[in-house]
């Protein structure tokens, strides 16, 4: 059996109604996504609040437990058990719920009700807690001894391994191994009339076997007679003086002795003395799956919180496999929540759930407007370096590794720090760009009049219009690459539109260079030179010294000036086939990347350089930035920030611009807006 479905409701972000939480899940392996406090772990707490866990750890309510200022509204929690086998309908046999067409299997539904009586008992708020049946959570009380075969295996956040596999009383190695068929069913009982090998006893069978030996040990037995004759002497004639050595709890249960026993043992990993907390932790859930594997009825359900803790890169995808993998093999539900993007790469969309503001957005096939052919793709290609998207509270999608470098630095100097705002950059090398963007976009309910509860994380998706001014075919040698004159007024308009109608819907919106590409862009808004020179150092990357850095800028300049002087020369003689001054000289720009192979990339690294270091000079001020910027770029991150609460809030304006200029350029953007 498996959770289907869990509804919560009044349990710390989730409220009531629409504010509550119906989150879908699925047998085997379910990670859960999402940034810091969307909900993950209200949902894990829920659950163990609802089932209990195998280490029997109570669960202890606070008042924050309790949705919103009043607390006197109940907390609901409502898991739909499906996939029963014969084994869990006889266990549940009087809680079962039957569709009344009797189509379909029978399913068990467990109803939590916590209300806070407004009473203290012993010191403490008294909270009545119901277990009830039922799919309305009217039906028959759950007692505690069917409750007890639905606790949940849990592992707990930063967990401490070693502590947990450590010998003492109530350890969790002896919990694991006491409840474990290897160990209870094994081996043959202690009877000191036969001579049974030590190796074929069980458990029990060793501890009595060494109760023996250490009874009739030498020195101990020497000890209780000379105990014997300091008695004799104390005692009376004719009074018994007789005594009996034997270990301690001898006589209690078989089960209180075998604990007792399981308590004395240690669980390390061998070869290498003691171990990272990465080893441990891979120990400690190899233990927890050794128990849960061997549940033949109710819950075998695992719950782990941040499977990644204390792993390199490698072993959590490695974790990631294993769990996937076990959870097939062994028919049991995994529910795990993370935040590193090397174990979400590493888990099928199909699994995955994102939560967001304590809203569950699964991206299975036919939640998302993901395609069939989508998902294969995805499984291929998103990798750690794209998996951030599911953490992000803003997210931009760029088809290119020049924009991935540069777009910090723009929204940087445009007073929109992407870190602060929590945005991620993915950079989806050219391909794909309306792959990644279905995955938020949820799909059309299939009843009429339903709304869609779209995502509300902003993504935007920026790519290039690709048509080339009437003067750069000749000039970079593409004479069959479309200019605004070949393509006409009407057509560039249904150009554009499509490009940006390729991706948009709900909460994606795409942004297109509003002339050619990025680097062209940047070029002809009134950053030509400063490109140009970002350019020439890239070119002479290999042989850039800090003694030589200012020489080849300064050469650049001035090859740039002869550049823009032919510009000039060309558009008074008529030559430039109808292109403006500013639009020859940033194409002659473009052709440093177009036919001298320079590295656009390395371009936009020392293009950010350049830029940060006119800004902390003065010669480029925060309000001329935002004149000359490409728009679309600026639309873009507006987009993705605008409206947001930074993640650390600051009012500092950037070093070298006036506070006063600052405000002035967010009142334009909103304006412009």
Not at 197 to 223: E, F, K, M, R, W
Not at 399 to 414: F, K, M, Q, R, S
């Amino acid at each position: 059996m498996y959770i289907s479905e869990l509804t919560i409701e009044n349990f710390r972000i989730f409220g009531e109604g629409d504010d509550s939480l119906v989150l879908e899940l699925r047998p085997g392996l379910n990670a859960l996504v999402g940034e810091n406090d969307s909900g993950k772990t209200a949902i894990i707490d829920a659950l163990r609040l609802a089932l209990g866990t195998a280490d029997q750890e109570w669960f202890r309510l606070e008042d924050s437990d309790f949705h919103g200022d009043n607390g006197s509204a109940p907390i609901l929690i409502a898991c739909l058990f499906s996939g029963l086998t014969r084994a869990d309908r006889r266990a549940f046999a009087e809680f079962l719920s039957y569709d009344p067409d009797g189509v379909g299997e029978p399913v068990f539904c467990l109803n939590v009700t916590v209300a806070d009586t407004g009473r203290l008992r012993r010191g403490r708020p008294y909270r009545r807690i119901e277990f009830r049946s039922g799919l309305d959570g009217t039906g028959p009380i759950v007692p505690q001894e069917a409750r007890d075969l639905l606790r949940a295996t849990y592992l707990r956040p930063l967990r401490d391994a070693e502590q947990e596999l450590t010998s003492g009383r109530g350890s969790r190695l002896s919990q694991v191994l006491f409840h474990s068929a290897q160990v209870r069913d094994a081996g043959e009982d202690y009877d000191p009339e036969v001579d049974t090998a030590p190796a074929a006893l069980s458990v029990l069978g060793i501890g009595d076997y060494a109760d023996s030996l250490l009874v009739s040990q030498t020195g101990v037995a020497n000890a209780k007679h000379a105990i014997d004759e300091h008695l004799k002497s104390l005692a009376l004639a004719g009074e018994p003086v007789t005594t009996d050595i034997g270990v301690g709890g001898s006589g209690a249960s078989d089960e209180a002795r075998l604990r007792r026993i399981l308590e004395k043992l240690d669980l390390g990993l061998g070869g290498l003395g003691r171990r990272g907390l990465g080893s441990n932790n891979r120990l400690f859930i190899a233990c927890e799956l050794l128990l849960l594997t061997q549940e033949e009825e109710g819950s075998r359900l695992l719950l782990i919180e941040e499977p990644e803790a204390h792993l390199d890169a490698q072993r959590q995808l490695q974790l990631a496999k294993a769990i996937r993998e076990q959870a097939e093999k062994e028919h049991l539900q995994v529910i795990l929540t993370t935040h590193s993007p090397n174990l979400a790469s590493a888990v099928e969309l199909n699994s995955m759930t994102m939560i967001r503001g304590g809203k569950a957005f699964p991206l299975d096939e036919g939640q998302t407007q993901l395609e069939s052919t989508d998902y294969r793709f995805l499984q291929r290609f998103l990798d750690a370096t794209k998996a951030n998207l599911f953490f992000a509270r803003g997210v931009l999608i760029v088809e290119g590794d020049a924009e991935n470098v540069l777009l910090p630095t723009i929204a940087e100097l445009a007073g929109m720090d992407l870190s602060k705002y929590g945005v991620s950059i993915v950079n989806v090398g050219g391909i794909g760009l309306r792959r990644y963007a279905r995955i938020f976009q949820r799909a059309e309910p299939s009843e009429e009049g339903k709304a869609v509860q779209e995502v509300t994380i902003p993504v935007a998706c920026i790519t290039d219009l690709d048509v080339l001014p009437e003067c750069a075919p000749s000039i970079i040698g593409r004479e069959k690459a479309k200019t605004p004159t070949m393509l006409g007024e009407e057509k560039l308009r249904s150009r554009r539109e499509a490009l940006e109608a390729k991706a948009s819907g709900q909460c994606v919106r795409t942004f297109v260079s509003d002339h050619w590409t990025l680097e062209y862009d940047l070029a002809v808004c009134g950053f030509a030179e400063d490109v140009y020179a970002a350019a020439r150092l890239a070119k002479r990357e290999a042989s850039l010294t800090e003694e030589n850095l200012a020489t080849v800028i300064a050469e650049a300049k001035v090859e740039f000036e002869k550049l823009r002087e032919t510009a000039t020369q060309a558009v008074d003689a008529g030559d430039a086939q109808g292109c403006s001054v500013d639009q020859l000289v940033a194409t002659y720009v473009y052709k440093l990347f177009a036919l001298d192979s320079v590295s656009k990339p390395a371009t936009a690294q020392y293009l950010a350089d350049i830029l940060r270091r006119r800004m902390d000079e003065g010669s480029l001020t925060q309000e001329r930035f935002l004149e000359l910027a490409p728009r679309y770029l600026l639309d873009a991150v507006e987009y993705v920030t605008l409206g947001q609460e930074p993640v650390e809030a600051s009012t500092e304006p950037i070093v070298g611009v006036p506070a006063e200029a600052v405000a002035e350029a967010a009142e334009k953007s909103v304006e412009h807006e």
